[in-house]
């Protein structure tokens, strides 16, 4: 980004007239450099903007005004902002929670930002990130944060900012694609699964309603997750909203992100006229998974013929669905951390954030184990 404001007199090529003066007259004064300087460019410049010129370049007028020392320094670009020099010590790793050098080796990129304008930090980048995760591992309050990690206002703010910038789903992002081309697939899934579970919610967390079916007052988190159970979209609604009404705005987030799909599998919950909306919206297919004692999974076969094709529904209570188990493991994974097992926070964005932050210190672990 270019400086803002006037431009400088003194150019490169008037820097090196001025060197030339002061080297021809080493004893010369600064008025007598500036009306020299202007004779032969015709560049009335301040006095003090020479001498900030001729220190920049190295050349320091000894006091006994006897002889001139004369020192051309090396042009380098200079740095603003938080850099190596402006890092301080942090403490000691003391949390589980807290990413070790292997884990923010892989994010650091996107937090530090070197060489940016203003005044420099005064808590690291992954200082506030450790205080984050402790968050949303332990479930606790802002103001509960320990001594260890800087004030819970400056995390706040450095929280609801890298949300708003969208920097926890980028980092999952990147530790999906990574994680997806270790285990030998492709970047861009062409399965997902699509899936939401109903959550309690506090007093103050803002808008919510109430699950009948499940007798859940609170909010409902929307996932899609691809066949290896890693979220590709989260929305937060009101557990009043049907499961086939927030499909809608996930699975157009979810298509935005990765036109790639062609499959969708989805429970029950989802057939009918949600299945073929989504259908001829996304132009993917969608497969309904029942649950095998479900009375509508089987054949239509005559009286007399013997139905030797389908397997008789026996199975009673939780049975593990093939190509859906997957969602079912994230929500499971998802609750260990505290922070998710109840939504404390007003902003359904903020609720989503925290869904990014956790899947993404699940694929930290494994990237680095």
Same mark, same amino acid.
């Given at each position: 980004? *270019? ?75 200079? $740095? ?21 050098? *292997? ?83 492709? *970047? *861009? ?54 499961? $086939? ?92 951390? $505290? ?31």
């Amino acid at each position: 980004m *270019a400086k803002r404001g006037r431009p400088f007199k003194i150019g490169d090529v008037h820097r090196a007239v001025l060197i030339a003066i002061v080297e021809t007259n080493p004893t010369a004064t600064s008025e007598e450099i500036q009306a020299e300087l202007a004779r032969r460019t015709g560049v009335e410049a301040h006095v003090q903007t020479i001498q900030k010129v001729l220190r920049e370049a190295g050349i320091v007028r000894c006091l006994d005004g006897s002889r001139v020392q004369v020192e051309i320094a090396a042009q380098t670009a200079p $740095r603003y902002g938080y850099t190596e020099a402006h890092r301080r010590l942090e403490p000691e790793q003391t949390c589980p929670s807290c990413l070790s050098d *292997a884990e923010w080796a892989l994010v650091a990129e996107l937090f530090d930002n070197d060489g940016g304008r203003g005044t420099p930090p005064k808590y690291t980048r992954r200082l506030l990130v450790d205080a984050c995760c402790y968050a949303v591992r332990t479930g606790c309050s802002w103001r509960m944060l320990p001594k260890g990690f800087p004030p819970w206002q400056n995390v706040y703010r450095t929280f609801r900012r890298w949300s708003a910038q969208g920097k926890f789903e980028q980092m999952h992002d990147r530790l999906r694609t990574q994680w997806r081309e270790r285990e030998g697939r492709a *970047a *861009a899934p062409t399965a997902a699964v699509l899936d939401a579970q109903s959550t309690r919610g506090s007093p103050q967390g803002g808008e919510s309603g109430y699950d009948a079916g499940k007798k859940v007052k609170g909010r409902k988190r929307h996932l899609v997750v691809d066949t290896m159970g890693l979220v590709l979209a989260v929305s937060v609604t009101a557990t009043s909203v049907q499961d $086939r009404d927030g499909a809608h705005p996930v699975m157009a987030s979810a298509m935005a992100k990765y036109p790639s799909i062609e499959t969708l599998f989805v429970d029950s919950g989802y057939a009918g006229q949600c299945a073929q909306t989504v259908t001829q919206c996304h132009d993917i297919q969608v497969q309904v998974v029942r649950h095998p004692a479900n009375k509508n999974v089987g054949r239509w076969v005559r009286p007399e013929q013997p139905d030797l094709f389908t397997v008789q529904a026996d199975a009673q209570g939780f049975v593990v669905l093939a190509k859906r188990w997957v969602v079912e493991r994230t929500h499971a994974l998802n609750e260990r951390a $505290r922070r998710l097992v109840m939504h404390h926070d007003r902003l359904s964005n903020v609720s989503e954030a925290w869904v990014w932050l956790t899947e993404a210190r699940i694929l930290l672990r494994r990237l680095t184990n």
